[in-house]
C-alpha cells in the first residue's frame, strides 16, 4: 500500500515560532535512519507518524544528548494555536501515559503527519523525567513559587496549582534517579537489540534443517528408499549470513 504522503527533506517550519527547525538524524529501530526536526529556540521536537516509536534505545540516548547541550538555551513560550509544519493545519492537543507511568502531553495533526511535543515531554515519555507528586509540590511551592511549565514554557505559580494552567501538563523535575534507571533501562535494551542470540540461532538452524530433512526423506524414502542425515554446519551457514548481514 502506497503511503498516505511522502516525506521530503525539505526544511519544515517550527509549528510555534516558524523558525527552520534544524534537521538530525538517529539510528532506526530495525534498519536505517530517522530524521527528526528540532526547533531549539522553541525547545521543541517534530516526529513525523511513528518516527518516535521508530527510534533506537541507542537514538534515544543520542537524543537525550542533544537535548542536554541545549538546556540553558533560552526558551520561547509556545504559542497557540499550534500548526502542523506540513499541511499547516491546526493541531491537536492531547495527553497519553508513558511506560513507566508518567503524563505527558504533545500536539498532533489530525491529517497524521506527525505531532509536536517539548523536549521536557519527550523526556517524561522515555522516563527521565519524575513528576512530582502533590505533597512535593506543596514542599516545594514554600521554597519556589512560580516555575515554568515543562509542557509550554508559561509560568505556573504553584502556590495555587499543581499542574499548568494552559496545557494541564503536570509539574515534573529532571529527577537524578529517574536519569540514571531511563539510561539503564535504555543501555539494557540497546544491548539486547544489538547482541546476537547464539542460542536461538542454534534453535533456528536445528528446527529449520530437521523441517528440510523431514521433506527430503520422505521424497528419498518414496524415491530411493535413501534416508538423508540432518548437516547443522553447512545449513547453520545461510542462516548466520542471514542474522550478520542484517
Known amino acids: 500500500m502506497p503511503p498516505r504522503f511522502v516525506v521530503t527533506m525539505k526544511p519544515l517550519p517550527c509549528p510555534s ?3 527552520t527547525m534544524t534537521k538530525h538524524r538517529f539510528e532506526r529501530m530495525h534498519h536505517g535512519e ?9 525547545q521543541g521536537i517534530w516526529f513525523d507518524e511513528f518516527e518516535s516509536v521508530q527510534l533506537t534505545p541507542g537514538g534515544i540516548v543520542e537524543l537525550f544528548k542533544l537535548i ?13 494555536p499550534l500548526n502542523c509544519p506540513r499541511c ?9 501515559v508513558a511506560k513507566h ?5 504533545y500536539h498532533r495533526c489530525l491529517q497524521k503527519h506527525g505531532r509536536f511535543t517539548t523536549f521536557a515531554q519527550f523526556m517524561i ?9 502533590p505533597a512535593e509540590v506543596s514542599e516545594l511551592s514554600v521554597k519556589v513559587g512560580i516555575v515554568r511549565c515543562t509542557g509550554c514554557g508559561a509560568p505556573v505559580d504553584i502556590r495555587k496549582d499543581h499542574a499548568c494552567g494552559h496545557c494541564r501538563a503536570p509539574i515534573a523535575i529532571l529527577d537524578a534517579d529517574a536519569v540514571e ?24 538452524i536445528v528446527m529449520r ?10 521424497q528419498a524414502e518414496t524415491e530411493t528408499g535413501l534416508v538423508d542425515v540432518i548437516d547443522l554446519v553447512s545449513a547453520g551457514f545461510e542462516l548466520v549470513w542471514q542474522v550478520i548481514r542484517r
Not at 34 to 42: A, E, K, R
Not at 68 to 80: G, K, N
Not at 88 to 96: I, W
Open 125 to 133: 515519555e522515555k522516563g527521565f523525567v519524575r513528576q512530582l507528586s
Open 17 to 19: 515560532c516558524r523558525q
Open 34 to 42: 530517522v530524521t527528526i526536526d528540532l526547533c531549539f529556540p522553541c
Open 88 to 96: 499547516d493545519d491546526k493541531l491537536l492537543h492531547g495527553l497519553d
Open 181 to 204: 534507571k531511563a539510561l539503564a533501562r535504555l543501555q539494557h535494551a540497546e544491548t539486547r537489540r544489538t547482541t546476537r542470540d547464539v542460542e536461538a540461532l542454534g534453535d533456528a
Open 209 to 218: 534443517e530437521r523441517a528440510a530433512s523431514r521433506q527430503r526423506r520422505q
Open 101 to 105: 507511568g508518567g503524563r505527558f502531553n
Open 68 to 80: 542536554h547541550q541545549h538546556r540553558d538555551d533560552q526558551r520561547l513560550p509556545l504559542r497557540a
